[in-house]
T-cell receptor, first 114, second 112 residues
Framework: EAQVTQNPRYLITVTGKKLTVTCSQN?????MSWYRQDPGLGLRQIYY???????DKGDVPEGYKVSRKEKRNFPLILESPSPNQTSLYFC?????????????FGPGTRLTVL | SQKIEQNSEALNIQEGKTATLTCNYT??????LQWYRQDPGRGPVFLLL?????KEKRKERLKVTFDTTLKQSLFHITASQPADSATYLC???????????FGGGTRLMVKP
């Protein structure tokens, strides 16, 4: 089944404890991105990647890192999480650099930073 | 500044009626605009894409219009059903740039 998977789905952590949220897609998509969704602010893009080893900042990249060493994986790293990073995170992928392709979203990761 | 605005108030309609949702934007030159459906606790699901040179697009009970003069897209669901209840998001990609920017979404409630 074609899908985008994220792990973990739920995470409660404490300020300053490094964490990684994994994202994997099995559709051989070139384009992958991370969003966070907050009430009243909608979906905001954190980082995106147009292909392996190519990443770029979105609207809200501060406090986040990403890497794209393989086509299928695009992990989101929070080196020192803070409470303002409590949010619902979505990974998404599409065949190519957006163009007219559908973006497929993962199921989301709900992160709470205490 | 750039803005994508969707009505933040929920839209309540009766089953069988046509639901019309609005997406307005300012200071964008969109290459295209997309509409997504999002159910609680789930990721958005793509519904329709309309390009800047297209006026209207249809898919089953869905219809999207795109007026680049008014800087507005309308999303219609005809013969609405309770199963259509969800939040609907519009997103657009600027002609310059590689990002897709989303509106805040409008929640639709279809009552039986």
């Amino acid at each position: 089944e074609a899908q985008v998977t994220q792990n973990p789905r739920y995470l409660i952590t404490v300020t300053g404890k490094k964490l990684t949220v994994t994202c994997s897609q099995n559709m051989n998509h070139e384009y992958m991105s991370w969003y966070r969704q907050d009430p009243g602010l909608g979906l905001r893009q954190i980082y995106y990647s147009m292909n392996v080893e190519v990443t770029d900042k979105g609207d809200v990249p501060e406090g986040y890192k990403v890497s794209r060493k393989e086509k299928r994986n695009f992990p989101l790293i929070l080196e020192s999480p803070s409470p303002n990073q409590t949010s619902l995170y979505f990974c998404a992928s599409s065949l190519q650099e957006l163009s007219t392709d559908t973006q497929y979203f993962g199921p989301g990761t709900r992160l709470t930073v205490l | 500044s750039q803005k994508i605005e969707q009505n933040s108030e929920a839209l309540n309609i009766q089953e069988g009626k046509t639901a019309t949702l609005t997406c307005n934007y300012t200071n964008y030159s969109p290459a295209y605009l997309q509409w997504y459906r999002q159910d609680p606790g789930r990721g958005p699901v793509f519904l329709l894409l309309i390009r800047e040179n297209e006026k209207e697009k249809r898919k089953e009970r869905l219809k999207v219009t795109f007026d680049t003069t008014l800087k507005q897209s309308l999303f219609h669901i005809t013969a609405s059903q309770p199963a259509d209840s969800a939040t609907y998001l519009c997103a657009l990609r600027n002609n310059a740039g590689n990002m897709l920017t989303f509106g805040g979404g409008t929640r639709l409630m279809v009552k039986p």
